[in-house]
Structure formats: C-alpha cells, structure tokens
C-alpha cells in the first residue's frame, strides 16, 4: 500500500486557495488587459471575453496543478501534500 498523505490543517488549506486565486486574478488580469487594452490607470478593467478567459485560466491552473503537478504554487509553499490518481 502507499504512503499514506497527512492531511494539512483546513487554515493552510483555505490560506493556501486563496493565495493562488488572488496571485491568479491579479497577474493573469494584467497579463490578459495588457494583450487586449483594458488596462487602465487604476489597475485593469475586463468584460466580455477576456474575462472569461481569466476565469478560464484559473479553473485550468487549479485542475491542473491539483491532478498533474502535485498541488499548486502555494500548497508548495505551505507544503501541502495533495495524493496523484495513479
């Protein structure tokens, strides 16, 4: 049998996703209103499209990283073990 995987504490867990969907939201919104011109001079402005896009990318990097990568940047940091499908 494997390794069993401890479970991290819910605080790291919860501290954990929001960090990454903050660093996602900021730099991926300024990435995306950068190619796309809604950046302005308080920050960036998306509607339509490339905000779905945003939402898309983010639901992307979690699946992802979560099933493929082992966890994302931020369970790395606090390390914070997430099991792989086999």
Avoid: H
């Amino acid at each position: 049998m494997a390794d069993e995987i401890k479970r991290a504490a819910i605080w790291k867990r919860v501290t954990a996703a929001i960090l990454d969907f903050v660093m996602l939201f900021f730099i991926g919104g300024f990435a995306i209103a950068s190619l796309t011109g809604g950046l302005t001079s308080n920050g960036f402005k998306l509607q339509g499209a490339p905000s779905l896009v945003l939402l898309a990318i983010i639901a992307v990097y979690f699946f992802v990283c979560r099933r493929y990568a082992g966890g994302t940047l931020w369970d790395r940091i606090f390390r914070i073990q997430r099991p792989q499908p086999e």
